[in-house]
């Protein structure tokens, strides 16, 4: 599945978990680096001798869970982004994981996320504990998690599913709260938010943005999509030049 | 839904919410604005959204000028909560044919007399104001800073909140399917939603004005015709005032929002209330702007559409009262410039209506004058 997919199986994630006693007594390096490949920074990085010599380069890493500290020297060296610092000792129901972020922008301290497993999906809420930018680009965020959820959180996602700041038209920028709003003030077509709002007048002529206007539509009124009035779509069905038109010029 | 109205006013475009809001600010009671479709879904919203008051007539200029009053304090005037986005970057009307130049001497002379602060420019003042222009193609022009764009949405929906606030009722998606008259006086109009009894009905309905009237059993002296317009993709502001031709036959302004809006006019546009768009005009308006204003040829067309014109013979309003029909009230005929008349044609409607003196004598602007062979034709239309 992982060839496949990208996603680890519960075989794959059985192997390369650190044994439950050794979470509990503090931070451990959690390798998921599955696939052979030419690459060892992690094992050059280790100051404590805990991620062993590589016999071949293209071998896995193999971790002695019994001197690494979990200083996290090799997180933020794996090209991969595929190594995790879990420590389940923090609090009775919590644990930290660390996690390699490459995205921008960074969340703030404090703040709260949706936690991620591999597959992106939400599993839990968490909160950033830290987060620490690094000179490689690498920065480290700490996520606070229920326990439970320590080997499964992996990513984690600033924006609610459904959170209002969600852009809905693309093109002019208009986001779900505005939509919504225009909704609750009385406008039920998609022409008329389309007028006041700007939402589907961009270059695209609301290819997305009409069905979850629509979509909004229908929750809030209770009618069905199909009984809705569809506003026009208007030609040329894909931005082309004037002079194109005009004549004197092609499109190459 | 059986109703009673005071004044039922048929079209919920700029002109119907407009006057509804001027009758309710009056103090007229039980007003209702039938719309068979949503608010500014016709003529208004498919409209350039250009505001001038550089024209050819007295009457139109007079109209013209108390509506830019109106207009630079009307997120003020009506209260609105968002902004109708009035940008006046002017309006710079360029002469193809030396016929056309002399005219607009002529007009400006009569524009300055009526206050309107107009001014006529050879080809390379004009080209100061729109660098990007082939002077060449013009003998002249003429431009006023005063002049500008609108948003015809927002604007719509500014008077039709602050009628609503005075009391005023909107029943939209409602359509009138025919109009009860006795004894040469209106007394209802009927709806695919019910019978509104009234009587006062006023004519507002763009395009439809001339199926109203014939509801009635009057005969209109309009007809609507197909005008087309396109938009292109946003870019930095580079064009601050609108391009316009008549002889030349173009209308072009970048908006506050960064598209350029475009249309031109063309004689063999039908006349049956299609609003549907063509290749031909695509080819024609994409031909005369990158002759005009040959660097646009590198913007992106994004979208087409069409609305409808309400001409008349003189390319001016008919306002007021039909004399076969009492309370029958027409504001109809615009002539592709309904938009930019609208607190006019409000103010007006509401005072002609209550009996007032009006504030601009519009009486030969009435229905009347056709038949009396009394017209003063407007030459500056697209």
Same mark, same amino acid.
């Given at each position: ?252 | ?42 003529? =208004? ?131 009138? =399917? ?133 001409? =008349? ?45 009006? =504030? ?23």
């Amino acid at each position: 599945m992982l060839i496949k997919t990208g996603v680890p199986d519960i075989e794959d994630i059985m192997e390369i978990t650190p044994p439950k006693r050794r979470r509990e007594k503090g931070p451990v390096a959690v390798i998921e680096c599955f696939q052979r490949i030419p690459c060892n920074p992690c094992y050059t990085a280790c100051r404590f001798g805990a991620i062993k010599e590589f016999e071949d380069i293209n071998d896995r890493p193999k971790i002695d869970y019994d001197k690494c500290t979990g200083c996290g020297l090799c997180l933020t060296v794996c090209p991969g982004l595929a190594i995790f610092i879990v420590d389940e000792s923090y609090s009775e129901k919590e644990a930290l994981v660390k996690i390699p972020y490459e995205f921008l922008p960074l969340p703030e301290e404090g703040s709260f996320v949706i936690g991620l497993n591999r597959e992106g999906k939400p599993v839990c809420r968490a909160q950033v504990k830290k987060v620490q930018k690094m000179k490689n680009k690498t920065n480290i965020v700490t996520l606070v998690v229920p326990k439970e959820h320590s080997m499964d959180v992996r990513s984690f996602s600033m924006k609610d599913y459904d959170d209002e700041n969600t852009i809905i038209c693309r093109c002019e920028g208009i986001t779900l709260g505005e939509v919504r709003k225009l909704i609750q003030e009385g406008y039920r077509t998609v022409d008329e938010i389309k007028r006041i709002s700007r939402a589907g007048m961009g270059p695209c002529q609301g290819r997305t943005c009409r069905q979850l206007i629509m979509q909004e539509i229908a929750k809030f009124t209770g009618q069905k999509m199909e009984d809705m009035l569809m506003p026009t779509f208007r030609p040329p069905t894909k931005p082309i030049k004037l002079g194109i038109i005009a004549g004197g010029e092609s499109d190459e | 839904m059986n109703k009673a109205a005071e004044v039922v006013i048929i079209g919920g475009g700029i002109s119907g919410c407009s006057i509804a809001y001027n009758l309710a600010k009056k103090g007229v009671k039980d007003i209702i604005v039938v719309e068979k479709s949503f608010l500014a879904s016709g003529s =208004t919203g498919r409209c350039g959204a250009g505001i001038r008051m550089q024209w050819g007539t007295e009457q139109n200029c007079r109209l013209s000028k108390l509506s830019v009053e109106f207009f630079e304090n009307a997120n003020e005037e009506l209260g609105y909560d968002r902004d109708i986005e009035f940008n006046q970057g002017g309006y710079l009307i360029v002469a193809g044919t030396e016929e056309e130049n002399e005219q607009f001497k002529k007009n400006v002379e009569l524009q300055n007399k009526l206050g309107i602060p107009s001014v006529y420019l050879t080809p390379k003042e004009a080209k100061e104001i729109i660098p990007h222009m082939d002077e060449t193609k013009i003998l002249g022009a003429t431009f006023c800073e005063k002049d500008g764009h609108l948003n015809p949405f927002h604007t719509t929906e500014a008077y039709a909140k602050a009628a609503k606030r005075l009391g005023v009722e909107f029943l939209t998606f409602t359509e009138v =399917t025919g109009i009860d008259t006795k004894c040469g006086r209106v007394i209802g109009v009927r709806t695919n939603k019910g019978y509104i009894s009234t009587p006062i009905v006023v004519n507002a309905a763009g395009g439809y004005a001339k199926r109203i009237g014939e509801m009635a059993g009057i005969d209109i002296p309009v007809y609507a015709q197909r005008h087309q317009i396109l938009v292109t993709e946003p870019v930095e502001p580079m064009q601050k005032p609108m391009y316009m031709g008549f002889s030349l036959n173009i209308y072009i302004q970048q908006t506050p929002h960064g598209s350029f809006i475009m249309g031109r006019g063309d004689d063999s546009e039908p006349t049956d209330l299609r609003i549907t768009s063509s290749w031909q005009f695509l080819e024609e308006m994409a031909k005369t702007c990158c002759e005009l204003l040959p660097p646009l040829r590198n913007l992106n067309i994004v979208r087409q559409w069409a609305g409808l014109y309400t001409m =008349t013979e003189d390319a001016q309003p008919i306002y007021g009262a039909v004399e076969e029909l009492e309370g029958f009230y027409l504001a109809v005929g615009f002539s592709g410039h309904g938009f930019m008349l609208a607190p006019a044609t409000g103010l007006l409607m509401a005072e002609t209506i209550l009996g007032e003196e009006t =504030t601009i004598d519009i009486s030969n602007l009435d229905i009347g004058r056709f038949k009396r062979n009394e017209l003063v034709f407007e030459s500056s239309v697209v």
